[in-house]
């Protein structure tokens, strides 16, 4: 699965000349934090890669990682060229153009009074966080874990290469006006507002792994402990991954990074359904992943120091998924991942705490995340800078 992640400069200008310049942009109307690829692509075709990689900054501050890791079904999905022959491949030449460019922090506005804290530096606490900033107010972001960056952390490097993540945080981290405090646990945001903070943004995402409620279920082990530390679990032979999204995905990819060939995948989903790309999907039929659709585990079991999984037929019926009583036995597992999705923590409701990101929307990519923070600074900021 290690594919060519930036262009050579040959295949760069290639890639450039398929922009259609159109004049509706439907690549900028579909990209969550309204990224301009019309423009951008426009400026690197004239070898400004400088003004290309700004353009980009200016919309999102973690250009690379996102170009790097978001998901085809905005800018490519939207992109004139898709109806012709293939998408231009944006998300590639903006990967290919920060990696050109170093990055510099702009100038922040007028500094207000108002202090922010926000808590979880994931992608949401991010986007919050440099936003808020870059508009003059004082920001605290706070994070349990030694690092920023949530479950950016937790990509395999055969998508994300450690140095792209370190090389955007520290420019996040290099921000004046932004405080960082790590491995610092804040479960009640009204503690933050006792201690003088005006507005807290919670951002905390869904750390904790989803239950499937099957008989058995303590013989999985979750995606968030997997991820963390997939060395514990070494060695392994035959793996199954109970899942059809992207955490499902990174679990598959890292287990091929530790020499694991004998992976099955089961999803309740048909595989045209699999909330990943369809290019990831068949890079999985490539690597010959064993794919189960439509099969809902219903019951783990303990055989030895094995593991069988008990699944359940599922069809499609007017949209909706249902679970027949047609089962299926899969047996010898060394190790049953389950990785079905996140969920969060109960909410306090405070007209001055206000939640971003996972934590607020159902699972979703780090783009969404990265502007939902956004919008959530400006839904705090605008009546502020309104009154000045
Ligand atoms: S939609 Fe595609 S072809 Fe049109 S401007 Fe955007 S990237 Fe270029």
Request: glycine share 6%; charged share 25%.
């Amino acid at each position: 699965m290690t594919k060519k992640l930036y262009y050579t400069k040959a295949l760069l200008k290639n890639e450039l000349d398929k922009c259609l310049s159109c004049k509706d942009k439907p690549c900028q109307l579909a990209c969550p934090v309204g990224c301009d690829p019309n423009f951008f692509i426009k400026k690197a075709k004239e070898n400004d890669f400088l003004s290309a990689a700004k353009s980009i900054r200016e919309k999102n501050p973690l250009g690379e990682i996102c170009g790097l890791v978001c998901p085809s079904k905005f800018c490519m999905q939207a992109c004139t060229r898709s109806k012709m022959d293939y998408p231009v491949n944006i998300k590639k030449i903006q990967a290919t153009i920060l990696n050109e460019v170093s990055s510099e922090n702009d100038d922040v506005r007028e500094k207000r009074k108002e202090k922010i804290a926000i808590v979880g530096a994931g992608p949401a606490g991010i986007g919050a966080a440099v936003t808020f900033v870059k508009n003059g107010f004082s920001c605290t972001l706070f994070d349990e874990n030694e690092k920023i960056g949530g479950m950016i952390n937790l990509i395999p490097s055969s998508r994300l290469p450690i140095k792209v993540i370190d090389k955007e945080f520290s420019s996040i981290l290099s921000l004046k006006n932004l405080t960082v405090k790590t491995n610092e646990k804040i479960t009640n945001p009204i503690i933050l507002l006792n201690k003088g903070y005006d507005y807290v943004v919670m951002a905390t995402g869904q750390g904790q792994a989803k239950e499937l409620n099957i008989s058995g279920e303590e013989y999985m082990v979750d995606w968030v402990k997997y991820l963390k530390q997939p060395n514990c679990f070494l060695p392994l032979k035959k793996i199954a991954v109970i899942g059809a999204g992207n955490v499902a995905l990174d679990c598959v990819n890292i287990l091929k990074m530790q020499g694991v060939n004998d992976i099955e995948m089961f999803m309740r989903r048909p595989l045209y359904l699999m909330r990943i790309d369809k290019e990831r999907v068949m890079e999985l039929i490539e690597e010959k992943v064993n794919l189960h659709p439509n099969m809902a585990p219903v019951k783990i079991e303990k055989k030895g120091k094995n593991f069988n999984i008990v699944s359940a037929k599922t069809i499609l019926k007017d949209d909706e998924l249902i679970q027949t009583k047609e089962e299926s036995l899969y047996e010898g597992f060394d190790l049953v991942i389950n990785a079905i999705g996140g969920k969060s923590d109960n909410q306090v409701q405070h007209q001055n705490i206000f939640y971003a990101g996972e934590c607020k929307m159902k699972a979703s990519s780090v783009v969404e995340s990265l502007a939902d923070g956004i919008q959530t600074a400006y839904k705090i900021m605008n009546p502020l800078l309104k009154k000045k």
